[in-house]
């Protein structure tokens, strides 16, 4: 889990994915009305205020975990579920008529949602080939497995 596969350049995809998530996080406790719990209630979303709140807190700390390339593979997990959800809750919906900024059907709803199918397909990546060299989970792993190394010659 742990595991920091992937060539340093992979950074560059874990601070995309990681900065949208944390900044969305920040703009619900900022914009409530908008993009938290006002957002949530309009979309039909129960106990909005509840869920808003808790999905603010996840964005922020799994983004930031996954800036940092901390536990990447396991804050990635939970975003996933975030993503889907905002798909199914709030994208699907704009494939009836009326569609998106008036643009029905599937161009509407691919248009609006090429951001969430972005970030879909960053964490999946993010899974698949971990936070690559240049992340905190790296260096935790080289310091283990120097540690290991070292009461294996004392031994």
């Known amino acids: 889990m742990l595991g920091a596969d992937g060539p340093a350049a992979v950074i560059c995809i874990r601070v995309a994915v990681g900065l949208v998530f944390l900044s969305e996080g920040i703009q619900k406790f900022l914009y409530p009305h908008t993009l938290g719990p006002g957002r949530f209630d309009r979309i039909g ?12 807190v996840v964005e922020i700390v799994c983004g930031t975990l996954i800036v940092l390339g ?8 939970p975003l ?13 919906r704009e494939l009836r ?7 029905q059907g ?14 879909m ?10 936070p690559g060299h240049w992340s905190l989970d790296s ?3 080289q310091r283990a497995s ?5 009461a294996d010659g004392r031994s």
Do not use: C, Q, Y
Request: aromatic share 12%; proline share 3%.
């Open 139 to 141: 260096m935790l792993v």
């Open 80 to 92: 996933l579920i975030d993503i889907s959800l905002a798909i199914v809750l709030t994208k699907l």
């Open 45 to 56: 979303i129960p106990a909005a205020t509840f869920f808003a709140n808790l999905d603010g």
């Open 70 to 77: 901390l536990l990447t593979r396991l804050a990635a997990v």
């Open 146 to 150: 120097e540690r290991i190394s070292a």
């Open 106 to 119: 599937f161009w509407g709803m691919a248009h609006d949602a090429r951001t969430d199918f972005a970030m």
């Open 121 to 130: 397909l960053g964490l999946i990546f993010l899974l698949w080939v971990g």
């Open 97 to 103: 008529p009326g569609g998106f900024g008036g643009i």
